[in-house]
T-cell receptor
């Protein structure tokens, strides 16, 4: 399973755009990239998933360069409620097994 | 859609007792369910993969005789912590996998907080 590397923590302010980059140099050809959000004492919540280029949904965008060795989660106009841990994972295709890295603690300030 | 529930949401037990945690996929059938453990301020650690109708596959370092997993139906998997001790106190999270097109989507339950006194 591909290992991921993310910043341990990030700080932002309400209304700003936040970009969290994840590196996954050993990503396999059939691996997808998935981002989850986790609040304290809750299970992770799916944010977005992609394979290549750009994916956008109602809460976030995911940018994946052509070599797929990294990806960037973009959260537009964050609010205080976006303070959470964000995990980048690769894999989970034919087998479904996911390995969580350390995650990024995002703190949004007023 | 794609809701996963866990029961109980929290449990406190005495050392030496066994505790059962249920994981249910409420609106889809999950051929595969996963069990994770998360200690405070740490990431989720995969404990085992549970496939309906077959024995669970445990990750290295996880005692299969201590953490009994049963996946009796396509919507229910149970984790039993046998002879629990204080060091087993943790946040246990399950997830259920649903195949969508060519990709498996994984949905997580809300977690169960286990405290062993």
């Amino acid at each position: 399973l591909a290992k991921t590397t993310q910043p341990i923590s990030m700080d932002s302010y309400e209304g700003q755009e936040v970009n969290i980059t994840c590196s996954h140099n050993n990503i396999a050809t059939n691996d997808y990239i998935t981002w989850y959000q986790q609040f304290p004492s809750q299970g992770p919540r799916f944010i977005i998933q992609g394979y290549k280029t750009k994916v956008t949904n109602e809460v976030a965008s995911l940018f994946i360069p052509a070599d797929r060795k990294s990806s960037t989660l973009s959260l537009p106009r964050v609010s205080l409620s976006d303070t959470a841990v964000y995990y980048c994972l690769v894999g989970g295709t034919s087998y479904g097994k996911l390995t969580f890295g350390q995650g990024t603690i995002l703190t949004v300030h007023p | 859609g794609a809701v996963v529930s866990q029961h109980p949401s929290w449990v406190i037990c005495k050392s030496g007792t066994s505790v059962k945690i249920e994981c249910r996929s409420l609106d889809f059938q999950a051929t595969t369910m996963f069990w994770y453990r998360q200690f405070p301020k740490q990431s989720l650690m995969l404990m085992a993969t549970s496939n309906e109708g077959s024995k669970a596959t445990y990750e290295q370092g996880v005692e299969k005789d201590k953490f009994l997993i049963n996946h009796a139906s396509l919507t229910l998997s149970t984790l039993t912590v046998t002879s629990a001790h204080p060091e087993d106190s943790s946040f246990y999270i399950c997830s259920a996998s649903r195949r969508e097109g060519g990709n498996n989507e994984q949905f997580f339950g809300p977690g169960t907080r286990l405290t062993v006194l």
